[in-house]
């Protein structure tokens, strides 16, 4: 059985965006074939809220939930650098209470679709 997170865990994400302008907290920016495009990473920070069998339920600072495999390699813990100059970026440890009024997680798996239909969002 893998150990690696536990609930209430800070982890960051690393996702996948695609657009016209990459924002300030972009990284390994490349340009499309034709340029008109973007693509780059960038790392969101989120919280483990629940762990199920094969999936971890993340909630970002906003309430979202997305459930991640637990073996997803764009998750890791936080540097100490993170925790300690992007602690505000991070959700509160202390958890909402349970009342289930909150949106379902959102899945994400591997695929690449998966990826590509984050590019019109933001966490």
Not at 35 to 62: A, H, N, Q
Not at 81 to 87: D, G, L, M, V
Request: proline share 11%.
């Amino acid at each position: 059985m893998d150990f690696r997170f536990k609930v209430n865990d800070w982890v960051v994400c690393t996702r996948e965006k695609h657009s016209l302008s990459p924002g300030p907290r972009a990284k390994n920016i490349s340009p499309s074939p034709h340029g008109e495009m973007y693509s780059y990473e960038v790392d969101k920070y989120w919280i483990v809220r629940e762990i199920t069998d094969d999936s971890l339920v993340l909630e970002t600072r906003t309430g979202k939930k997305h459930a991640l495999p637990r073996t997803d390699r764009r998750l890791r813990h936080p540097t100490w650098w993170e925790r300690f100059f992007y602690a505000d970026r991070f959700p509160s440890r202390t958890q909402p209470p349970p009342d289930g009024s909150g949106p379902p997680p959102q899945s994400f798996g591997a695929t690449e679709s998966a990826d590509n239909s984050m590019a019109s969002r933001t966490a």
